[in-house]
Structure formats: C-alpha cells, structure tokens
C-alpha cells in the first residue's frame, strides 16, 4: 500500500509544474476597471513590439499600451461604440500595405515570432 501511495504521489507532483506553468501564464497581471489583463497578453504585445523594432523597456511599454487600450475599450463600451468585422480586416489590410504585405504574410511573419493571430 505504502508503494502505491508513493508512486501516486510521485505522479502527481510530476505534473504540477506543468499546471503552475499553465495558470501562472494566464494568470491575471493587471487589473483595469473590472478587466484583467493576463500575462500572456503582456507576453504577446512585448514580442510584437520587440518585432517592429521597439527599443528601451519594452515590457513597461506593452503593459502600458494594454492598459490604454482596455481603458478605451471600456470607454466605447460605455458610449454604445464598437467596430464592426468588416472594419477590423480593413484595418489590418491598412496595417500590411504599410510593409508592401499581405494579410495573410503578416499573420504568417507573427506566427513565425510566437504572436498569435488573436493577439
């Protein structure tokens, strides 16, 4: 019996880390208004801006743009604002012409550095 409960103990803990990781990477970060911003969102901002080229506090500079733009979300919420989908590709084909690029290369170059398509 004794055996059994190591080698159940054993498994376990074996996959810990695993969770920890898994929750410490989706775990709330920030907090604005009743909006959470998650670690992986900073994450995600940080190795966009790494890839446009951004310099100095790069981290600092992701935090900060998330926190304004959920501030501005929450503010259009607010005021009966939002975007519709058609507006949303129009301002990523906006985003891609700005490199000579297509939608779908964009996503493909983020994909390459780790940035979701969400993101």
Do not use: C, H, K
């Not at 920890?20 to 966009?48: H, K, M, N, S």
């Not at 959920?70 to 975007?83: H, L, N, W």
């Not at 507006?87 to 779908?104: I, P, S």
């Amino acid at each position: 019996m004794g055996r059994w409960l190591l080698a159940a103990v054993v498994a376990i803990s074996a996959q810990l880390p695993v969770s920890v990781e898994a929750q410490g990477r989706f775990a709330p970060e920030l907090q604005v208004g009743d909006r959470v911003i998650t670690r992986y969102q900073i994450d995600q901002r940080e190795r966009f801006l790494a890839l446009l080229g951004a310099s100095g506090d790069v981290r600092r500079r992701a935090r900060e743009q998330l926190i304004n733009e959920t501030v501005q979300r929450i503010a259009a919420q607010d005021a009966g604002i939002s975007v519709a989908a058609a507006q949303v590709d129009a301002g990523m084909e906006e985003f891609a012409a700005r490199g000579n690029l297509e939608v779908e290369e964009v996503m493909a170059i983020l994909e390459e550095s780790g940035i979701e398509r969400e993101s």
